[in-house]
């Protein structure tokens, strides 16, 4: 399913071997289940496409400080 891409950490993880995480229904998925524009990752596992939502609202939080400091 689709090409393969590099892994953060070095070596290449293909596409149906990452984790994404869902931000309309809030699940973790397997591979690109869902459309990009529902999604963000990849994660190279399932854990860290867990956390998405914890990491999504910090940089919001500092994005916004940051405007607010501009």
């Known amino acids: 399913m689709g090409r393969p891409r590099r892994?953060?950490?070095g070596g290449v993880v293909a596409d149906d071997e990452q984790?994404?995480?869902?931000?309309k229904t809030g699940e973790?998925?397997?591979g690109?289940?869902?459309p990009w524009s529902d999604?963000?990752?990849p994660y190279a596992t399932r854990?860290?496409?867990e956390?998405?939502?914890?990491r999504?609202?910090?940089n919001s939080r500092r994005i916004a400080e940051e405007d607010a400091n501009y």
């Open 7 to 9: 892994c953060p950490r």
């Open 19 to 23: 984790w994404w995480f869902n931000t």
């Open 28 to 30: 973790v998925e397997q």
């Open 32 to 34: 690109a289940q869902s």
């Open 39 to 41: 999604r963000a990752g």
């Open 47 to 49: 854990e860290e496409a």
């Open 51 to 54: 956390g998405a939502p914890a």
């Open 56 to 58: 999504i609202a910090e």
